[in-house]
């Protein structure tokens, strides 16, 4: 509460919203949504140099109107497995996922990281929904390398980073962004040499490793030791093929809670420590903002990345206005429309720590 800053604006039919500063935007100021959305449909061979505009400007009633923005709404957190053929109830084909993507990005998502949306520090262009895309079981299909010999050639472009890195290079307007929770000693199939580089890989191109645990074990079943067994040998475990990399988000296996949910948050065991900011279960919902005081990071709910369950959630999002968190394009503000569905409205966040503006309209 202490720092609580929120402004309540009422709007009637203009609204001007004081612009923030944005130090990493300087030459991009006052832009038109035209050139938003021209930008948005640049998808050629000249893709990898458009850069996604980050809004720092005034929206007006219009822009309300059109882009309909609601910082309140469900965020879909999708939940893939393998990356294989034929498709089946833990395997998506490469062409399905590809496709799943495509669809996506038609549908105005945009790919944030798992991380900024739990800390509440999304940085999603105007007009567009977060996503976020989990893997789970670090299998070979993930993320595979195709080597002649011991030789890396290049990463296998039917695998699930593959897919995702070609997609990403057309589309750099779709962000990229995906957590992996793996399974240490697994780590992706291959040898534990190549196990390095792609975690070192992960690390460094927008993508984060998170925690699968060691044995994938049902830990609602576990003593408390050995559920913080379990935990922190995960943690060691990736250290041992990335030094210092911080783990610190969890999938449970199965979408097993342990009995002591605190052992999900923190922990020890001989000597490694864990700090979960966030923990995520297997299903079957989309999740709270995280600007609803109905968000539970400790147990997010994840969407089963099938078909039924896309046909499903897409129906769903387009029969409930309100229902879909829309980006206001401006990470300093909160934007909410006025009418909400049951269970969405009158969920803000009373005590939202990072010092943002709310607008209603
Ligand atoms: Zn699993």
């Known amino acids: 509460m202490k720092n609580k800053k929120i402004i309540f604006v009422t709007l009637i039919f203009t609204l001007a919203l004081t612009s923030c500063s944005n130090n990493n ?12 959305l021209n930008e948005q449909a640049k998808k050629d061979s000249q893709a990898k140099k458009v850069e996604v505009i980050k809004i720092s ?94 030789e890396i050639v290049k990463i296998d472009p039917e695998c699930g980073v593959g897919i995702i890195e070609d997609f990403s290079k057309k589309h750099p307007d779709f962000g990229k962004a995906a957590t992996f929770y793996v399974l240490p000693y697994v780590a992706f199939g291959q040898t534990k040499e190549d196990g390095k580089k792609k975690f070192a890989f992960l690390a460094s191109n927008g993508y984060e490793i998170g925690n699968h645990t060691v044995n994938h074990p049902m830990l609602p079943t576990l003593s408390d030791e050995k559920v913080v067994k379990e935990i922190a040998g995960n943690v060691e475990g990736v250290q041992k093929l990335l030094p210092k990399y911080e783990v610190n988000t969890l999938a449970y296996p199965f979408g097993g809670v342990p009995k002591n949910l605190k052992l999900a948050e923190q922990g020890e065991y001989k000597g490694t420590k864990y700090k979960n900011i966030a ?19 400790m147990l997010l709910p994840r969407i089963q990345a099938i078909q039924s369950e896309f046909t499903r959630h897409f129906a769903l999002f387009k029969s409930i206005p309100g229902y879909k968190y829309i980006s206001d394009g401006n990470k300093e503000t909160i934007t909410i429309p006025n009418n909400l569905p049951e269970g969405i409205k009158n969920t803000l966040r009373e005590d939202l720590k990072n010092n943002k503006k709310l607008i209603r309209y």
């Open 279 to 297: 923990a995520l279960l297997v299903g079957s919902e989309p999740s709270y903002s995280p600007n609803s005081k109905k968000f539970k990071p």
């Open 25 to 36: 935007d300087n030459s991009k100021t006052n832009i038109s949504s035209k050139e938003i």
């Open 57 to 150: 400007k005034k929206l007006n009633a219009e822009d309300l109107k059109k882009y309909k923005p609601n910082e309140l709404g469900l965020v879909m957190l999708l939940e893939y497995h393998s990356i294989a053929r034929p498709e089946a109830r833990w395997s998506r084909t490469p062409e399905n996922f590809r496709k799943d993507l495509e669809t996506l990005y038609k549908q105005g998502y945009y790919l944030v990281p798992f991380r900024d949306f739990v800390l509440n520090k999304m940085d999603v262009p105007l007009g567009k929904s977060p996503l976020v895309l989990t893997f789970d079981d670090s299998r070979e299909d993930q993320f595979r390398y195709i080597k002649k010999g011991k």
